[in-house]
């Protein structure tokens, strides 16, 4: 199972190109062989999936029926501007103009990992979602997560 950390300041280069922190390819040791696929974010934001975790969202996709209007919007907009990503031989990797576009990403980008993905974000959007206070953070913790009795979970 994949599981990434750590955030990563970067900048893409007049071409669009992102070159890919060397901790954070650590963490992909098969990222060469296997590839990457980006996407749209929920947000106005990018997210790259490694390929293995990119068809297992697929996989789930797939089960969905396809009768059921809502079921093709959302696989509609979950896929549209996906496009695969493969390392240069200076590790980058070309972020599609189009995406960059919708997430109104500029030179400066943040890789921001969460668990088994990469959000790619604008630098400046990426501060603005943390400016809220720490009691907000508090708040969202306990109703996320404050309701699961951990050591029920753990076998204790």
Sequence with gaps: ????IGEFDCKLDAKGRLSVPSSLKKQLP???????????????????????VWEEIVADMMKLNMYIPENRDFVR?????A?????????????????????KIGSEVVLACQLDKIEVWDKKSYE????????????????????????VEDGE
Excluded: C, H, W
């Design 77 to 81: 907009k979950f896929q549209r501007g």
């Design 30 to 52: 098969d990222v060469e062989k296997d590839g990457l696929i980006v996407s749209r974010g929920f947000e106005q934001n990018l997210i790259i999936y490694p390929k293995k």
């Design 83 to 103: 496009t695969e990503l493969s390392l240069d031989a200076a590790g980058r990797v070309l972020l599609p103009k189009s995406l960059t576009d919708f997430a």
């Design 128 to 151: 603005d979602l943390f400016n809220d206070s720490p009691a907000d953070f508090a708040k969202l913790a306990e109703k996320v997560m404050g309701g699961k009795d951990r050591r």
């Design 1 to 4: 199972m994949t599981q990434l």
